[in-house]
């Protein structure tokens, strides 16, 4: 009933970060999704030590990767990936079914700083960094894989800008004619918005049929009437950053002074975690598709060292250590093939 949050499930507390929250809006039947990032995103963008834009826009690619994968049923992975021609070059962040996140970005020092320099201190801006000015021309890729002998799905649009939420929305009603709202925040460690580290959180609400699920083209959209959409869209608008971002606002009582008026109902939240997915089994088959005689090339004082561009995780190779590695190959009869990490 409206002015009351009605939980779903009993017994258990309600986490308040590391968390995409489902929710519904009962007097229109709008879906939404809240999601809270703090201790994950803190560990992602500090292995490789970003520099701040370019750590921020990785944490608001994070937070959008979340909240987009949990409105979809797969089983596998989940991939947002960003490429340009400007000082940012690409941004790729995925999560698995369980809730595993990671993500990387490459960027142009040179670029970087010149950008920098002329735009000041962004980390800690109010508005959404531009995406047209930090990756330049580009485009926005989506991809859900579930592994071998399965259909892989990829979508494609421009990146339209400004924000990283427009240019998710523009995909949205060019490709999917899915009607959406999205709000993304993120605030690094030292700022008022931070806390203790960095944090990162996303807003989506979308116009679904009450049936439920993620909704395809052919889906009936007019169960939700246009009054009621926009209704839900000047709500949602309502909520600032900083309560996007604060790690003492439960998300339910964020849900409850945003929706109450029209009723609110969450689901069980569906926790969230840094998950790299490399491994030494994953870097040995890649040294062995390079072949023994084309790996000293590769050496730098000794070694050879593979650094994971996810986690910043160093796996080294001595001598000895690619003497066996090889040794190895040979008997299993150079069985294995390259992969990513």
């Known amino acids: 009933m409206p002015g009351v949050l009605t939980l779903e499930t009993t017994g258990s507390t309600n986490p308040v970060d590391d968390l995409v929250q489902p929710f519904v809006i009962e007097k229109s039947g709008v879906r939404g999704r809240l999601l809270r990032l703090g ?33 979809l049923k797969y089983d596998g992975v989940f991939t947002l990936q960003l490429k340009g021609e400007g000082p940012v070059r690409t941004m790729v962040a995925d999560m698995t079914s369980d809730g ?22 962004v980390a800690d801006a109010e508005e959404p960094l531009d995406v047209r000015r930090w990756l330049g021309k580009g485009h926005m890729a989506f991809t859900v894989d579930q592994g071998p002998n399965t259909q892989r799905y990829q979508g494609l649009v421009e990146l339209s800008g400004p924000s990283l939420a427009d240019c998710l929305l523009h995909y949205f009603r060019q490709s999917q004619q899915i009607n959406a709202g999205i709000l993304l925040a993120a605030a690094p460690p030292d700022s008022e918005l931070g806390g203790d580290g960095w944090r990162a959180s996303a807003l989506l609400i979308e116009r679904v049929p009450e049936a439920g699920g993620h909704q395809s083209p ?5 169960e939700i009437s246009g009054e009621d959409w926009n209704r839900a869209l000047i709500l949602t608008a309502s909520c600032t950053r900083a309560e996007l971002l604060d790690p003492a606002l439960p998300p339910n009582s964020l849900l409850y002074r945003l929706f109450h008026e029209d009723g609110v109902r969450v689901f069980p939240p569906r926790p969230l975690s840094v998950g790299c997915r490399c491994s030494l089994d994953k870097v040995e088959n890649i040294l062995r598709s390079l072949g023994r005689d084309a790996i000293d090339e590769y050496k730098v004082e000794g070694e050879v060292v593979m650094t994971c561009e996810f986690c910043a995780q160093d796996f080294r190779f001595d001598d000895a250590a690619l003497d066996r590695l090889y040794a190895r190959h040979v008997e299993t009869g150079g069985k294995g093939s390259a992969q990513s990490l």
């Open 100 to 121: 595993a996140l990671r993500g990387y970005a490459g960027f142009d020092p040179a670029g970087l700083a010149e950008l920098e320099a002329e735009l000041g201190p």
């Open 218 to 222: 052919s889906d009936d959209l007019t």
């Open 39 to 71: 201790a994950p995103v803190d560990t992602i963008l500090t292995r490789p030590g970003y520099p701040r834009p370019v750590a921020r826009l990785l944490a608001e690619m994070l937070a959008l990767t979340g909240v987009l994968a949990s409105t």
